[in-house]
């Protein structure tokens, strides 16, 4: 797929950190419940960290105990790509941005939260950086 930000590997190697590069493109893990965002409750809107785009809202953000953060919906339904993953034995669908093709998560359904959509965007913090409502 042909992304509105495109750049080589290289030029995302010079501007991620190795750990953002690992999760962002190469769809990486960053452990559980060490992510910035984990347990936050700040009001704003969560950007790529690779290219800036708008993708969640805290008014989205709720408590699944999962160790990552967890959206029940993104900002827009074109804000983000959806793809199914087979890796690591598993069939998962894997969350990117639909800006840049960085690698956000995973999306789950049916586990039974008490969301409007019974979905949970289970996000990397490293993936996102936090704009608060005050600074926007």
């Not at 992510?35 to 704003?44: L, N, Q, V």
């Not at 919906?73 to 790509?81: I, N």
């Not at 840049?100 to 019974?118: I, N, R």
Request: charged share 25%; proline share 4%.
């Amino acid at each position: 797929m042909a992304y509105n930000v495109e750049k080589s590997d290289q030029e995302w190697r010079e501007e991620l950190t190795p750990n953002e590069y690992a999760v962002l493109r190469q769809a990486g893990t960053e452990p559980a419940f060490v992510g910035e965002y984990t347990d936050t409750k700040t009001k704003g809107v969560y950007n790529c960290r690779a290219c800036g785009a708008e993708l969640f809202t805290s008014d989205t953000k709720f408590e699944s105990h999962c160790g990552w953060p967890s959206f029940f919906d993104p900002k827009d339904s074109d804000a983000v790509e959806l793809i199914e993953d087979r890796s690591h034995g598993m069939v998962r669908t894997e969350v990117r941005c639909a800006n840049c093709g960085s690698h956000l998560g995973h999306v789950f359904a049916g586990e039974g939260y008490a969301t409007p959509t019974d979905q949970r965007y289970c996000i990397n913090s490293i993936s996102v950086k936090l704009v608060p409502a005050d600074e926007s």
